[in-house]
Nanobody, 122 residues
Framework: QLQLVESGGGLVESGGSLRLSCTVS????????MGWFRQAPGKERERVSC?????????YYEDSVRGRFTVSRDKAENTMYLLMNSVKTEDTGDYFC??????????????WGQGTQVTVSS
């Protein structure tokens, strides 16, 4: 049974930083490609980032966060992180982590965490 638990959300001022964590159980954190998603109030869910488990370790970022956010994994902690720098009010939303069915950042996601809320104040 795969479980994912997000944490680290909260209130942060525009321009500040926040680090989200996705701690997993039932598998090692590098077993599958994994993604970060968010859903802003009244908007559709979107993918923020994805990190593959293939040999090249390819990482994807949505255009609006590229250069500001960094995704990483710590196998010892069995945790994936999303470091959010220079946050904007547009980054406000519920953030989720999820697994993909293979090494690659494509296809239908499988398992999801419960989410953690991020609110960016102006």
């Amino acid at each position: 049974q795969l479980q994912l638990v997000e944490s680290g959300g909260g209130l942060v001022e525009s321009g500040g930083s926040l680090r989200l964590s996705c701690t997993v159980s039932g598998f090692t954190v590098d077993r599958y490609a994994m993604g970060w998603f968010r859903q802003a109030p009244g908007k559709e869910r979107e993918r923020v980032s994805c990190i593959s488990s293939s040999g090249d370790g390819k990482i994807y970022y949505e255009d609006s966060v590229r250069g500001r956010f960094t995704v990483s994994r710590d196998k010892a902690e069995n945790t994936m992180y999303l470091l959010m720098n220079s946050v904007k009010t547009e980054d406000t939303g519920d953030y989720f982590c999820a697994t993909y069915p293979s090494y690659y950042c494509n296809g239908k996601t499988d398992s999801w965490g419960q989410g953690t809320q991020v609110t960016v104040s102006s």
